[in-house]
């Protein structure tokens, strides 16, 4: 099928899409669940062989680990289709009703945005949460997946439009581009004529072609340089063990710890037992000279170091005289994902997190949690870091805009 028809099929599904009811998509969600377990051998065996050619071709154990599928982690993809049917359902919320001195009733409702396009990588649990939170909104979604998971991408989206075929629902609603030509890539950022946005999910490296080239509005989703501030005042025990789940709980996925911030005051004494903790984990720790001569197990830090997401066991570390200078090292070198501050003074906590430009920040809390399931969203399309329409992790509302809804009664302009 080329590029044309699958952009023609996506605009009649939205049309479609937009007169179900709840009751309907729920249970088109819950069935796309149900085919998710059905196809469990079709899908783990296609996965292997992506797992296979990814291994061969020198493909990192970070990607390796977001690329991988489990029976446990197809079933935490269809209970996160479940909870999306769950959650309240943002269209057709009325947002405001006011009537103007002319008798108008102007109010403003929400409303699907469409035919929603993602391109991403090697993330097959994307191919489910995209499906998911588009056809809860109304929105038809095309899908460009990476070439490292398309045998994996394939079986999920064949089994998620069984579901819907099981439903009674439109199976074009959920479309899958199987060519993995760069060229066809870039057909699609320019099919204006019927994709109203863009999701690129992925590296730097996609975000920033998809950015560039699109004629499609984009959402950008971005990388994630996340920092964590020690102040001086922080518990070390907690401090640890913050550090350590943001940094080696999951190294390949964009909340993780990539760079710490310590007050100098402390370093002394905190830094020898930070190593002692990173070292069960064998991360290496990049820091200047000052840092160095107080650990002897610390590699030098160089400038590209600060701006750097390594998606590794590998950690960037700053010495600062302050809650200040900590805040301008962090808005400086970061990519307005998530930062955290350890501290037990409120004051620095409020300063941190008013004056942090990220998407999520932090007081005394893991980096890990900037995720749609941990915020209540059911699932996410993405992280967006940019300031435009939506921020943060996305979940159903951030894929609805708004229209202006008008009662009259014969009123005319003069």
Same mark, same amino acid.
């Given at each position: 099928?080329?590029?044309?028809?699958?952009?023609m099929?996506a605009?009649?599904a939205?049309?479609c899409?937009?007169?179900?009811?709840?009751?309907?998509?729920?249970?088109?969600?819950?069935?796309?669940?149900?085919?998710?377990?059905?196809?469990?051998?079709d899908?783990?065996?296609?996965?292997?062989?992506?797992?296979?050619?990814?291994?061969a071709?020198?493909?990192?154990p970070?990607?390796?680990? #977001?690329?991988? /599928?489990?029976p @446990?982690? =197809?079933?935490?993809? &269809?209970?996160? !289709?479940?909870e999306?049917?769950?959650? +309240?359902?943002?269209?057709?919320?009325?947002?405001?009703?006011?009537?103007?001195?002319?008798?108008?009733?102007?109010?403003?409702?929400?409303?699907p945005?469409?035919?929603?396009?993602?391109?991403?990588?090697?993330?097959?649990?994307?191919?489910?949460?995209?499906?998911?939170l588009?056809?809860?909104?109304?929105?038809?979604?095309?899908?460009?997946?990476?070439?490292?998971?398309?045998?994996?991408?394939?079986?999920?989206?064949r089994?998620? #439009?069984?579901? /819907?075929?099981? @439903?009674? =629902?439109?199976?074009? &609603?959920?479309? !899958?581009?199987?060519?993995?030509?760069? +060229?066809?890539?870039?057909?699609?950022?320019?099919?204006?004529?019927?994709?109203?946005?863009?999701?690129?999910?992925?590296?730097?490296?996609?975000?920033?072609?998809?950015?560039?080239?699109?004629?499609?509005?984009?959402?950008?989703?971005?990388?994630?340089?996340?920092?964590?501030?020690?102040?001086?005042?922080?518990?070390?025990?907690?401090?640890?063990?913050?550090?350590?789940?943001?940094?080696?709980?999951?190294?390949?996925?964009?909340?993780?710890?990539?760079?710490?911030?310590?007050?100098?005051?402390?370093?002394?004494?905190? !830094?020898?037992?930070?190593?002692?903790?990173?070292?069960?984990?064998?991360?290496?720790?990049?820091?200047?000279?000052?840092?160095?001569?107080?650990?002897?197990?610390f590699?030098?830090?160089s400038?590209?170091?600060?701006?750097?997401?390594?998606?590794d066991?590998?950690?960037?570390?700053?010495?600062?005289?302050?809650?200040d200078?900590a805040?301008?090292?962090?808005?400086?070198?970061?990519?307005g994902h998530?930062?955290?501050?350890?501290?037990?003074?409120?004051?620095?906590?409020?300063?941190?997190?008013?004056?942090?430009?990220?998407?999520?920040?932090?007081?005394?809390?893991?980096?890990?949690?900037?995720d749609?399931?941990?915020?209540?969203?059911?699932?996410?399309?993405?992280?967006?870091t940019?300031?435009?329409?939506?921020?943060?992790?996305?979940?159903?509302?951030?894929?609805?805009?708004?229209?202006?809804?008008?009662?009259?009664?014969?009123?005319?302009?003069?």
């Amino acid at each position: 099928m080329d590029l044309m028809e699958i952009g023609m099929r996506a605009k009649q599904a939205a049309v479609c899409l937009n007169k179900l009811g709840v009751s309907e998509k729920n249970e088109g969600l819950r069935l796309a669940a149900q085919a998710l377990l059905d196809g469990e051998p079709d899908i783990l065996a296609a996965n292997q062989e992506d797992v296979v050619r990814a291994a061969a071709n020198g493909m990192s154990p970070a990607l390796i680990d #977001r690329l991988e /599928l489990t029976p @446990a982690r =197809l079933q935490s993809m &269809a209970d996160g !289709l479940l909870e999306v049917a769950a959650l +309240e359902d943002p269209v057709g919320e009325v947002l405001s009703m006011k009537q103007r001195p002319n008798g108008l009733l102007i109010g403003q409702k929400r409303v699907p945005l469409g035919v929603v396009g993602m391109i991403y990588e090697a993330r097959p649990n994307v191919t489910a949460d995209a499906f998911g939170l588009c056809f809860k909104t109304g929105n038809a979604v095309i899908l460009k997946g990476g070439s490292d998971a398309i045998e994996s991408n394939k079986e999920i989206v064949r089994w998620l #439009r069984k579901g /819907l075929q099981d @439903a009674g =629902l439109c199976q074009d &609603a959920l479309q !899958l581009i199987t060519d993995t030509d760069r +060229e066809v890539t870039r057909q699609f950022m320019r099919l204006n004529q019927y994709v109203d946005v863009l999701i690129p999910r992925g590296g730097a490296g996609l975000i920033r072609t998809v950015v560039e080239n699109s004629t499609v509005p984009v959402i950008e989703t971005g990388t994630g340089n996340c920092h964590i501030y020690v102040d001086e005042s922080a518990d070390f025990t907690m401090a640890l063990d913050i550090i350590e789940n943001a940094k080696t709980q999951r190294i390949g996925v964009c909340n993780a710890c990539e760079s710490l911030v310590v007050h100098r005051r402390i370093a002394e004494q905190f !830094l020898p037992e930070l190593w002692e903790r990173l070292q069960k984990k064998q991360v290496e720790v990049r820091a200047e000279a000052e840092a160095r001569a107080m650990v002897d197990g610390f590699a030098e830090a160089s400038e590209e170091d600060w701006g750097t997401e390594y998606l590794d066991y590998i950690l960037s570390l700053k010495l600062v005289d302050s809650v200040d200078e900590a805040i301008a090292h962090i808005n400086r070198y970061n990519t307005g994902h998530s930062e955290a501050i350890i501290t037990k003074d409120y004051a620095n906590a409020q300063k941190f997190l008013n004056e942090i430009d990220a998407a999520a920040v932090y007081v005394n809390a893991s980096t890990r949690f900037t995720d749609g399931n941990e915020f209540g969203f059911g699932a996410e399309i993405g992280i967006s870091t940019q300031k435009l329409h939506a921020r943060g992790p996305m979940g159903l509302t951030a894929l609805t805009t708004t229209k202006y809804i008008i009662y009259g009664n014969g009123q005319v302009r003069s």
